[in-house]
Each structure stands twice: as structure tokens, then as C-alpha cells.
């Protein structure tokens, strides 16, 4: 695209007119965001219809969050007019950054939101017909305050700057039934740019509506009490994100929510295919679909239905979607993987329930051992289980993630369909999380080995020869980045840290997996140390946190006020700030990221072995330019593959050693014989902090030392060797050779590219 001063500024001056009634001199901040996005969206309007128009196979990605974080500087960039419009905004006196205070579209909780944001963006730059189809939530991820440590939540109003990067396509409303109630489902279209390639994939995502405002004639059979109640309840589907990551929460409105987005998704892709005039059976050579974990699962029984109401068979729409529908697992942890009450589904959906006891009956007729294979048992639908039989592919997000697939978690679904399961390697996007969060060291890159790395990062190892030319411009760009940050932190959350200390990063969800109360234990000791005297020339570090813990989670809320107390402790001992700072950002989300990742000097990967799947955060540190201070967990053993281990700083208990060590895990013992990390632990008890009178504190300290499966992510069992490493890291921290780690990791990275992991999933699965 390119933009033409004059023309574009007409544009805009149209737009504000008949929107606002007022130009460029008068609009406000909101006004000249939604009437520059709407200028540009009009003038992409061409290619995106000529996309979505082409009658290639197309592959529809099912995902209950899309993690999409700010469109406008993403969409600028992508369609090659970033610079353009900055300039031409600044001759009419307005700063492009200013809207940055746009809010975040985070219609997702964490990794498998982001993930899919990620893959949207790479699937349009390889021109990869792939489609996201999803939810239109009211309210995203609540907002994040602290007040006195503790977390606080907040409805997430991301309308409230207008969405006018989506379009509404109400003649293409569906209307989605349940036992109880017939509600509309209206498309809201987002445009997907492909890195300056002219393709434009589309995000449909569905908003629930009541049915009174199209449709007189269902509404006019209904009868008073019952009009009101069925208004409220329409739009109550789609109002709110439910804010767990990686925990099942058993509500029927979930489950309301997962049937309308497959439903209307369904419903509108067979509505389109028939117009096609193409048979149905053909339909997966056209067709194809991903499953992003089983959230959308219920789009196979959904389908089978429907295909039903169509007049075939059960067994010839069996057959289409075993060939059209695949299947990604994120998870392992039992907590996750979803588990419906029959009764409770077959209330709300008999019809869907239906289908899925034919499933089960008809793994039953192939003489399936009933003890290793289940869809149905003993009233519990296992929705993993629905997926892995019917899907074509099924795959995990990581190398050793796939393994455990295969020899735990579904072994024996592995046994009966080795040829199902793959592994796809997540991925990040180097568009947002390079090009757009780190210009300058795009640019500081673009000069040593041109542009084409921008669309196939692989080509980053062309560094290799020049790294330790480039040593100083990255050190210079990196301490940058620190003070744009810390400057940042200042104004957002009241303190101070200096660009001269070496940054170490943990910011992901919180959970106790990921082990931030691990790290939190690290700094606490390393305050002591320091405060007594025994350490004299520790490294002047900033430990920053950002993480949102699910309302429900009493642990992770408790992890988070320990670390504020912590905090508290730290920055207010003058003796000991000028060794250390501890900050735990508020409301960690995709654009805080954006300004952290580019300035970090360590990346807390901490994880259990065995617990992580994947992990992308760790991948957008290493592109960066960041050392990973990790367990051998999800990605991080192919990022120290592809890096080098000696690049990274690696601890911990290997995933195959686990089960061993907690057959004799005992807590107590590891502090008696570690009386340093004993004082640390204690100081949740002993009144070192002050937890309101909650006891969050104590819980948390029992969670770990008590009890019958007492530390269950064995934090006390890695703490030892946790801290020599740390301690290792930070004594070549600010070296030559430790840069020269941090660029080996960014001229490395190539294979995290979610260009690469689109790619993967076209050739092995999708054939589109
Ligand atoms: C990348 C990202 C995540 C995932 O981080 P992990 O460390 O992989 O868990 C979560 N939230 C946001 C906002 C992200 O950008």
C-alpha cells in the first residue's frame, strides 16, 4: 500500500466529518484514531475482498481466544505504510504514539491466545489461506491493580476507543439454538495483513445477540416475562473472557459459550460451501479445520449434525470429519483437560450429545478395550479423547511436549494411531515481537544482512560471522530499550530502576508450574546475603515480574502479594537498592510485553521439567537478544539446540528424573539441610510480612512444606541449583562474552519463527 499526503489526509478529514462532525484541528484522540484506521481499512478494503473471494482450500482455525493485543502499529507496519503515516500525521501536528494508550484487543488469557494471534499474522505473510474464527467478548482479560500487593481486578472495556479495525457483517448473522433459548450470532470481520504481501486473511469473531431486533417473527412468539430474560441472557454468552489459562472451570456458560462459536462457525462455512455446488463429501479437499485445544472441540459433534440435517449417514459424516478436523494439545496437567458432565451437555444440547454417544458407540463397535478408550464414561465426556478419535492429526507444541503425549498422557491413543500425532513447534511472529517492539535493531540488523529475514528468519545465522562487530551497536541498542522502559515503569508504577542494572525478566501468566515463587524465594535470599554482608560484589540486578493470576487461584494471588511484599522490603532498604530493585508490573499484557521483551537482559524460563508445553514467551526473549535462565522444559531444550546450551544458563531437574524424585520428596528435609533457604521460606510465617491478616502467606508456605503432596513443582528441590546458576549468570552478566551469548540466541532463533510453524502445519496437516 502506499499513501499519498493530500489524499490520505482527505480521507481522514471525510471520515471525521461524517462520523464526528469535525477535522484534523478540532477532532480529539479518539476521533483521529478511529478515522485514521478507517482510512486505512478503506483503502485495503480491495485486497481483502480479493482474498477472501479466491476459491483455493481454505483452513478455518477454531480458537476460543485470540490474544491480539494493539492492531494499528501491527497493521501499519504490515501494510508497508508505518513510516509513511507517521510522517504524514506529524505534519498536521499529531504524534503517532499517542496511541499507544489504545487499550489491547485481549480476547485471550495468555501463551495459547497469543499463539493464535501469532500464527493469523504469519499464515497471511506466507499467503497461507488460514482463517481465525472465534468469540467476540464484551470484556477481555480483567484489568490488573495492585492495592497493597494484592491483586485486584477490573472489567476490561477494550471497546471503549471503538473497534474500527473490525467490520460488522450483519447479513451474514446465524442464528444458534440451544434447548433453552435461540439466540442470533452477528460476524465481526477483522482484516489479517500479510507483511507487505497484499494478502488479507479475516478474523470472524461472533457476537451473541437477542433475537428481537432481526427477527419479529421468533420474537412475537415469545411471551412477556420471557422476551426480557431471553435478551439478557442472549448477550450474557459472549459478554466475558472467562479468566482461567490452563484450568477447566465445569460452568454451563462456558459450555454455551463453546457450542455458539462452533455453531455459527459451522453453520456459515457449510452455508458458503454448498453455495459452491461442490458435494459435501469432497468438502475436507476445500475445507479443513484446527482445533486450538478442546475448547472448540464440540465442532466435530456440531458437525456431524449438521451434516446429518443434510441426509447423510452417520458413518459418511463420520468420514468427513475425521478428514477435515485436527486437533492441538497444549497441556498436559490434568486440571486443563476438559471433562463435561453428560447429564449437563445433554440438557443443553441433546442433539450434539447425541452425535457423541454415537462416537462412543462406534468405538465401542470396533472392539476398543472400553478401560484405555472412552469418550463417555461413567457420565463424564473426556473431550481430548472425542478429538484424538476422530481428528486426523493431533499435535503437541514442543519436542518434549509431543514425547509425553505419546508415552503419558494419551499412550494409549498413541499405540492404536501412531500416524495421528505430530509435533508442530510453536512459534512467534518477528513482525510484532522484532520489527515493531526493537526498530533499531531491525535497522542495526537490516544493515549487516539485508531485509530477507524479515519473512524467513532463518536467515538471522547470516549474523554469525559479524556478532562480535556487532557488539557494541547491540549493547548501545539494548541499554536504550533499558531506559525507555525504566522510564516507563517510573511513570506506570512509581519506581525507580537504572538501565545499568542487568534486567531479569519472569512475565507470564501466574501459576505455580511456572514457578515465580521460585524466583521470588532466589531474591529473597539474595537479599539477605547482600543486607549481612556475605555477598560484597553482587551484580546491581532489576527483578521484574508481570503476570495476572486467575480470581478464582488463592495460591497464584498469594505468589503475587509475597512478591509485593518482597518488593516493598527491597526497594525500601537503601543498603541493599543499590544492589537491587524488584518491580512487579501491573496489568502484564501483549503491549507491555512488547516493551519489556526488547529490553531485558535475562529470560525466566523456570518451569517444572515436563510442565511447560512450549512456552512463547521464552522465544520472544531469545529473538530479542536475552540469555535464557531456564529448566530443560517445553521449547527451551531446542532453544538451547539451536543456541547452544553454553549460550544459555540451564538448571534443574530433568523431566525423566522427576517421577523419582518425588516418590521420596521430602520438604522438611531439604530445609533442615539448607538452613538459608530455610529463612526464606519461613519469613511467610514469621512475620516478616505483613499479608493483612489474610493468612494468604501461611497457605502458601503449608502448600509447599505440608501436607500430603507437599511442593508439589518441587520449587525447594531446585532452589540449590537454581541459585548457583543465577549466581553464575550474573557474575558474566555485563561481559563481552555474556553479550556475545544474548546475540548468539538472537542470531539463532530463526527456527521459533511462527512463519516456520505455519508452514510445518500446511505441510503436514492442512495441504492448503
Ligand atoms: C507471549 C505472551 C504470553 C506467553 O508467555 P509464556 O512465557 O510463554 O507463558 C502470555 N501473555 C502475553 C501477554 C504474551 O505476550
Known amino acids: ?209 437477542p433475537l428481537r431486533p432481526f427477527d419479529f417473527a421468533s420474537f412475537n412468539e415469545m411471551k412477556g416475562e420471557r422476551i426480557a430474560e431471553e435478551n439478557f441472557n442472549a448477550t450474557k454468552i459472549t459478554d466475558v473472557l472467562y479468566p482461567n489459562d490452563n484450568t477447566m472451570v465445569g460452568k454451563i456458560l462456558r459450555l454455551r459459550q463453546q457450542y455458539f462459536m462452533v455453531s455459527a462457525s459451522l453453520q456459515d462455512i457449510l452455508r458458503k460451501y454448498k453455495k459452491t455446488g461442490k458435494p459435501l463429501s469432497e468438502l475436507p479437499e476445500h475445507r479443513v479445520f484446527q482445533l486450538n485445544d478442546t475448547h472448540p472441540v464440540l465442532a466435530i459433534p456440531e458437525m456431524l449434525r449438521l451434516l446429518r440435517l443434510e441426509g447423510l449417514s452417520f458413518e459418511e459424516a463420520f468420514d468427513i470429519c475425521s478428514r477435515a478436523f485436527n486437533f492441538t494439545n497444549h497441556t498436559i496437567m490434568a486440571e486443563a483437560l476438559e471433562k463435561w458432565d453428560a447429564l449437563a451437555l445433554k440438557d443443553l444440547l441433546p442433539a450434539v450429545y447425541e452425535q457423541i454417544v454415537t462416537c462412543q458407540q462406534k468405538l465401542e463397535k470396533e472392539g476398543a478395550d472400553p478401560n484405555r478408550y472412552y469418550i463417555v464414561k461413567d457420565g463424564i465426556v473426556h473431550m481430548a479423547n472425542l478429538a484424538i478419535y476422530v481428528c486426523a492429526k493431533v499435535n503437541g507444541v514442543a519436542q518434549i511436549h509431543t514425547d509425553i503425549l505419546k508415552r503419558e498422557t494419551f499412550r494409549d491413543w498413541y499405540e492404536k494411531y501412531p500416524d495421528k500425532f505430530v509435533n508442530i513447534t510453536n512459534g512467534i511472529t518477528p513482525r510484532r515481537w522484532m520489527l515493531l517492539n526493537n526498530p533499531e535493531m531491525a535497522k542495526e540488523i537490516d544493515k549487516r544482512i539485508g531485509t530477507q529475514w524479515h519473512t524467513e528468519l532463518s536467515e538471522l545465522s547470516k549474523l554469525d560471522p559479524v556478532l562480535t562487530e556487532m557488539l557494541p551497536a547491540f549493547r548501545g541498542i539494548k541499554k536504550k530499550n533499558k531506559e525507555k522502559l525504566a522510564a516507563y515503569i517510573e511513570k506506570a508504577e512509581g ?52 503476570a495476572k493470576a486467575a480470581p ?7 505468589i503475587i502479594k509475597f512478591i509485593n511484599e518482597i518488593a516493598k522490603l527491597v526497594n525500601g532498604d537503601e543498603a541493599v537498592s543499590r544492589y537491587m530493585k524488584v518491580v512487579f508490573v501491573q496489568n502484564y499484557n501483549v503491549s507491555y510485553a512488547e516493551k519489556i521483551v526488547c529490553a531485558a537482559d535475562i529470560s525466566e524460563q523456570i518451569s517444572m521439567a515436563g510442565m511447560e508445553a512450549s512456552g512463547t514467551g521464552n522465544m520472544k526473549f531469545m529473538l530479542n537478544g536475552t540469555v535464557t535462565l531456564g529448566t530443560m522444559d517445553g521449547a527451551n531444550v531446542e532453544i538451547c539446540e539451536e543456541a547452544g546450551i553454553e549460550n544459555n544458563y540451564i538448571f534443574g531437574a530433568r523431566v525423566e528424573d522427576v517421577p523419582d524424585i518425588k516418590k521420596f520428596y521430602s520438604p522438611r528435609q531439604i530445609l533442615a ?20 491478616g489474610t493468612g494468604v502467606l501461611r497457605k502458601l508456605y503449608e502448600s509447599i512444606v505440608e501436607g500430603y503432596d507437599p511442593d508439589h513443582y518441587i520449587v525447594l528441590y531446585d532452589f540449590a541449583d537454581y541459585v548457583r546458576v543465577k549466581e553464575q549468570l550474573l557474575r558474566d552478566y555485563g561481559t563481552d562474552e555474556f553479550y556475545l551469548k544474548c546475540l548468539k540466541n538472537l542470531a539463532h532463533s530463526g527456527k521459533f519463527s511462527a512463519d516456520r510453524s505455519v508452514s510445518d502445519y500446511s505441510r503436514l496437516i492442512w495441504h492448503i
Open 1 to 209: 500500500m502506499k499513501l499519498n499526503k493530500e489524499e490520505f489526509l482527505a480521507d481522514v478529514n471525510a471520515i471525521l466529518r461524517g462520523d464526528y462532525a469535525c477535522d484534523l484541528a478540532s477532532a480529539n484522540k479518539k476521533e483521529r484514531y478511529n478515522a485514521l484506521s478507517k482510512a486505512v481499512m478503506m483503502k485495503a478494503y480491495d485486497a481483502w475482498m480479493k482474498s477472501t473471494q479466491s476459491k483455493q482450500k481454505r483452513c478455518a482455525y477454531f480458537s476460543a481466544e485470540f490474544l491480539m493485543g494493539r492492531a494499528i502499529y501491527s497493521n501499519l507496519l504490515n501494510l508497508g505504510v508505518l513510516d509513511e503515516a507517521r510522517k504524514i500525521m506529524s505534519s498536521v501536528g499529531v504524534d503517532l504514539g499517542e496511541f499507544e494508550e489504545v487499550e489491547d484487543a485481549a480476547l485471550g488469557n495468555g501463551g495459547l491466545g497469543r499463539l493464535a494471534a501469532c500464527y493469523l499474522e504469519c499464515a497471511a505473510s506466507r499467503d497461507l489461506p488460514l482463517d481465525g474464527y472465534g468469540i467476540r467478548y464484551r470484556y477481555g482479560l480483567f484489568r490488573q491493580t495492585f492495592a497493597d500487593g494484592f491483586q485486584h481486578e477490573e472489567g476490561d472495556d477494550w471497546l471503549k476507543w471503538g473497534d474500527p479495525w473490525s467490520v460488522r457483517v450483519e447479513r451474514e448473522a446465524v442464528k444458534v439454538v440451544f434447548s433453552d433459548q435461540t439466540v442470533w450470532a452477528v460476524p465481526y470481520d477483522m482484516p489479517i495483513f500479510g507483511y507487505r504481501n497484499g494478502v488479507v486473511n479475516t478474523l470472524r469473531l461472533w457476537q451473541s445477540e
Open 673 to 692: 539441610e539448607n538452613p538459608a533457604l530455610k529463612r526464606v521460606v519461613e519469613t511467610m510465617i514469621d512475620g516478616t510480612f505483613d499479608d493483612g
Open 495 to 546: 519506581v525507580k530502576i537504572s538501565p545499568d542494572f542487568a534486567f531479569d525478566v519472569q512475565v507470564k501468566r501466574l501459576h505455580e508450574y511456572k514457578r515465580q515463587l521460585l524466583n521470588a524465594l532466589s531474591i529473597l535470599y539474595f537479599y539477605y546475603e547482600i543486607k549481612e554482608g556475605r555477598m560484597k560484589d553482587f551484580t546491581p540486578t532489576a527483578f521484574l515480574f508481570g
Open 552 to 558: 478464582g487461584y488463592y495460591n497464584a494471588k498469594a
